[in-house]
């Protein structure tokens, strides 16, 4: 209390004593200052100083009217859009089209009808003989009594013929007239994508309402794979390579472009990680793997592929009891696949293995399981020949094996 009144008292008496001289300083002081702006304002007007004031011509004569100040400038500006990504979508928009998979279904009353069943995405990528070729993924069309395409420009229900499908890589070739495509999709090479460059997705997400949808990003990753299982017993049965992009991929996409910044397809969208809290997880067969599959579905309607003649289970599923006997493995084999059976007079019958051989290498390369096992074979030729590591009777041999076609089931 008592600071605040001593602190007003002692202005009071300052105020008292030199009021007269500080009046008189302040006065020269305001008269000066007023001068000196005076002297200034038309430089500061001309630097441009207060913005949106124009300082008088030259030309300007007393008496004439002085043009209200400008007060802003209206600025049209040119922007081209013509950028890479554009460029790259227009090389292969068109040639995304619709698959839809039409199948019978009863209404509520009991009667058999056709209805859609679901839609997906495909590439339009070859034309020849009057007729045009779309791959997509095999579960677009599973289980479909009719395909139809429905093109970007023309016809929007136009049946397909289902050329070939393979379960294993999901991948499925349609065959379309050809007069009614005006766009074709050029492949790039899948080998010499990186990490880190742009990647455009393009498909039907949700439906044909949002048909080629453009989404961006980038190659997340180029050496993934993905495991596939057959049966639904929840083990692995073969394994794909998989491109992975942050480029958003929906329920729709499945079967369109995974396309570089040159507009070539350098992917065909297959799936992504659905799960909370988890976004940018998309993934594509590289084209490189699905053009070595196009081309056996078109020539051969079905993939050729190489067979050793086993049937495998893994051994991690194996019970503990049993790697003592009947297998007697060493403690030291940890993974391998075990021969459950052998096919009467097939490669691996005719090279000598038999029932409860293990093996746990193919030429240079370990095995661990079915899905490498298979993947490993799927690289080879029918008629290769494999140098197979096996176990029997605690005891790690060796035995060649020449590779047959494998059979379609």
């Known amino acids: 209390m008592g600071y605040y009144n001593d602190d007003f008292y ?15 300083i302040a006065l020269v002081s305001a008269i000066i200052g007023g001068l000196l702006v005076l002297m200034m304002v038309p430089t500061l007007l001309k630097s441009g100083y207060f913005p949106g004031w124009d300082a008088p011509s030259a030309a300007e004569q007393p008496g004439q009217q002085t043009p209200a100040p ?3 400038n209206t600025v049209n500006y040119s922007v081209d859009v013509n950028s890479g990504i554009v460029q790259a979508v227009q090389k292969v928009e068109n040639a995304v089209v619709g698959v839809i998979n039409i199948q019978q279904r009863s209404d509520f009353f009991g009667q058999t009808e056709e209805g859609e069943a679901g839609t997906g995405s495909g590439i339009v990528f070859r034309k020849v003989g009057g007729k045009a070729y779309i791959v997509t993924n095999n579960h677009v069309i599973e289980g479909a009594q009719r395909v139809q395409v429905s093109l970007v420009k023309g016809e929007k229900n136009l049946d397909a013929r289902v050329v070939g499908a393979d379960t294993l890589t999901d991948l499925a070739v349609l065959e ?19 990490a880190g460059e742009p990647a455009i997705a393009i498909g039907n997400p949700l439906g044909l309402d949002f048909s080629r949808t453009v989404t961006q990003g980038i190659i997340s990753s180029t050496e993934r794979t993905m495991p596939i299982d057959l049966n639904g017993d929840n083990e692995k049965d073969f394994e794909v390579n998989v491109l992975q992009t942050d480029a958003a991929i929906n329920p729709g996409n499945s079967g369109g472009a995974l396309v570089n910044i040159a507009g070539q397809v350098i992917g065909i969208n297959s799936l992504k990680i659905a799960k909370e809290g988890v976004e940018g997880l998309g993934f594509a067969i590289p084209i490189d793997d699905a053009s070595k599959i ?8 079905s993939v050729q592929r190489p067979m050793l003649g086993v049937t495998p289970v893994d051994l991690a599923s194996v019970p503990d ?16 696949v075990v021969i459950k059976d052998v096919s009467p007079m097939g490669p691996a019958d005719r090279a000598g293995l038999k ?13 661990e399981n079915q899905a490498q096992l298979r993947k490993y074979l799927f690289q080879k030729q029918i008629g290769d020949t494999v140098k197979v590591t096996f176990y029997r009777g605690g005891k790690q041999q060796t035995v060649n094996v020449t590779l047959a076609k494998q059979q379609v089931q």
Not at 176 to 194: C, P
């Open 10 to 24: 002692d202005n009071r008496k300052r105020g008292r004593r030199g009021g007269a001289s500080t009046f008189f």
């Open 355 to 367: 029932r409860y051989d293990v093996i746990v290498q193919l030429d240079d390369q370990k095995i």
């Open 70 to 72: 400008n007060r802003g």
């Open 321 to 336: 009891e049993a790697r003592k006997d009947p297998l007697q493995l060493p403690d030291s084999v940890e993974n391998g």
């Open 294 to 301: 196009i081309d056996d579905l078109i020539k051969y309607k």
């Open 176 to 194: 379309i007239d050809g007069s009614k495509v005006q766009q074709v999709a050029e492949f790039g090479d899948s080998s010499k994508v990186k």
